[in-house]
């Protein structure tokens, strides 16, 4: 099979933390039935990503957050991947942050059956490899949860 042509990823990321932005927006999905993130920066030390929401999370809401995420990660779930068109996309996996440039072929990358996202980005093999999921702050402003979080072996 010849290689898919992809576009360029100009971004060295540490996969573990990478990866863990999977299971945390799939969580956010689940849990306030809201889109992923809208922003994010994902670093090797600490990280954080944007939500958008009609209200702020209770501390209760953000512990049981971080303890879902942990749920499944210690699930040992497989992180895969496929190559597939834009005409074979899975049922519910969101085109719309695609940049216009994006090609044809696109990377759909599975936590599991937990979460399916297109992405180019790099991920570990298995949950098992991520660590300890950590909140380390959270702001709410003008609709805009913004958690901060670290990864922890």
Partial sequence: MEKPQLNEHNKAEYPPMHTVE???????VRMFGCERSRNAHIERKKSKCDYNLPCAPTDEQIAEIESRVNEVIAQHLPVTTEFVTRENVPDGVDLGKLPA???????IVRVGNYDTCACIGTHVDNTCEIGTFCIISHTFENGTLRLRFKLFK
């Fill in 101 to 107: 440039d994006a090609s044809e072929t696109l990377r």
């Fill in 22 to 28: 999977h299971i945390l927006n799939q969580t956010m």
